[in-house]
């Protein structure tokens, strides 16, 4: 488990917690947050793929509100552009993850990216307001060669960008459909499984899985 | 609505009722039949989106199975190849929808499809099996050209196999992705909104909406 000299890091669930969104939609929508908020990720998801497949891009920002207006919609309410404003802006101030900050304080000798489908316009506002930006070397944005992970291409996009071969890298991602992308790709894998679900069944083993981001100072 | 001479449907979800599967799984997993259900048929359609974007083919029928074998482990249950085995069997028995034969029956005059991400070793028995085989003049499989739906090459296949122009074809099913895929790649669409739900946010309306099969007849 060494050699390893790059590490990227997914971001959303990964780095930052998604259901930190559930409150404030409990705000607006009582009773009914962590619904709207599971729905809202599972269709920002799934918008990624279909427009993958489809071969119809949109930046994940706009996919993000796309989600939004769905998620709300399904779960019988209405919104406002106000209201719509408001929320889509709590995606840029995201709650990190306990751990982050300290495990990647421990990885100072490494070169460190976040490599995530967010557009650098949703992307950049979250990474500064969490305080984080200067424990990065690089913040890569698959908008930039408009290939959604788990395309092959939108990683190998990553690896040319960071200048790493992939038996030194290792991709860090607590998305099972991430991990299997980048195992599929080629890098080493680390899958964050912090909601203790099975492996994703696509003969796509992670060479690793732990609870938290500490379990990764294994590699290192 | 008219000049429609080539009628293709989709199969699960729109014909078959994948949630009959839920009593089986019951009596194997007392309390938890709807939930693996839902997770197997949301497994499945995902694994299939995966691989298309991946690159990494494997037939639904293989794919079905996988994601089986994810919902049985995820809702904390354990299996065995005789148990797989006999609920695997049960996605070739499915119910048809009750207005399906009658409204195809409606229909003799058009050119009739179906046009599945199934593979035909799952596709082909379960349309004999419910006795609906001699109403389709063809039943195809995105298996037959390697990539599913929604990529534009796999309607663009089935156009091929049946010889029809794009403003003479109406596609109908009950899956949002499905409809999203069709209209993207430029068909007349028909969706069959059996839950409800709101249109899918991916700038692709459907030429038409009903509640279930029997509103097609408007274009004929």
Redesign the interface.
């Known amino acids: 488990m060494s050699h390893i000299n790059t590490i990227i890091f997914d971001s959303y669930g990964t780095l930052f917690d998604v259901h930190s969104l559930s409150n404030k939609l409990e705000n607006h929508f009582s009773g009914k947050g962590q619904k709207i908020s599971q729905t809202w990720r599972e269709?920002q998801i799934?918008?990624a793929?279909?427009?993958?497949?489809?071969?119809?891009y949109a930046t994940f920002f706009e996919i993000t509100k796309?989600?939004l207006?769905?998620a709300i919609?399904?779960h019988g309410e209405q919104t406002n552009p106000e209201q719509m404003e408001e929320l889509v802006a709590a995606y840029l101030n995201l709650d990190v993850y306990p751990e982050v900050k300290g495990v990647l304080s421990q990885l100072g000798n490494k070169q460190l990216a976040i490599f995530s489908n967010g557009s650098h316009d949703m992307l950049d506002p979250l990474v500064k307001n969490a305080g984080i930006t200067t424990l990065f070397d690089k913040i890569i944005s698959t908008n930039e060669v408009k290939e959604?992970k788990?395309?092959?291409a939108s990683y190998h996009y990553a690896m040319e960008v960071l200048n790493s071969q992939k038996e030194n890298t290792l991709f860090v991602s607590s998305n099972g459909?991430d991990i299997?992308?980048a195992e599929?790709y080629g890098v080493r894998t680390a899958w964050i499984n912090r909601k203790r679900?099975?492996v994703?069944?696509?003969n796509?083993m992670p060479d690793s899985v732990y609870q938290d981001l500490t379990g990764i100072l294994e590699w290192v």
Chains 1, 2 share one sequence.
């Open positions: 269709k799934e918008y793929l279909l427009r993958q497949i489809m071969g119809n796309a989600a207006t769905y919609k399904k959604f788990p395309a092959p459909w299997s992308g599929n679900l099975p994703e069944e696509l796509l």
